[in-house]
């Protein structure tokens, strides 16, 4: 079985930057679509952000509210990714996961995690002063 392991979560001040990474735990692995979720307390898991396969290149897709301030990236094997976050706010503090899928949901299903078959097991991002 396949497993995502995150790092690269922790405690930033409002306006800081803070860089998640993801990487499977098999070399072979390689996935056509890598997303990112986030679940604050007392809230439904939502996506934060995805990069799928698309032709010969990529597409991505993201939640409103991070557009322009984070950004989803992979490596050129589709086996490890990468969340930046930039201009972060209290509201962005949640537990982070990373998810993959070897499947290709269409493009309104990237935003559901029953789309995705590969978690990591999450990593606290808490945004405070």
């Known amino acids: 079985q396949v497993n995502l392991v995150e790092s690269g979560g922790g405690l930033v001040q409002p306006g800081a930057s803070l860089r998640l990474s993801c990487a499977a735990s098999e070399r072979t692995f390689s996935s056509n679509v890598m997303a990112w979720f986030r679940q604050a307390p007392g809230k439904e898991r939502e996506v934060v952000g995805a990069?799928?396969?698309?032709?010969?290149?990529?597409?991505?897709y993201y939640k409103d509210s991070v557009k322009g301030r984070f950004t989803v990236s992979r490596d050129n094997g589709w086996n490890s990714g990468a969340l930046q976050m930039n201009r972060l706010t209290p509201e962005d503090t949640a537990v982070y996961y990373c998810?993959?899928?070897?499947?290709?949901?269409?493009?309104?299903?990237?935003?559901?995690?029953?789309?995705?078959?590969?978690w990591g097991q999450g990593t606290q991002v808490t945004v405070s002063s």
């Open positions: 998810a993959a899928t070897k499947g290709s949901p269409i493009s309104s299903l990237l935003r559901s995690a029953s789309a995705y078959e590969y």
């Open positions: 990069v799928r396969r698309s032709g010969g290149g990529f597409m991505t």
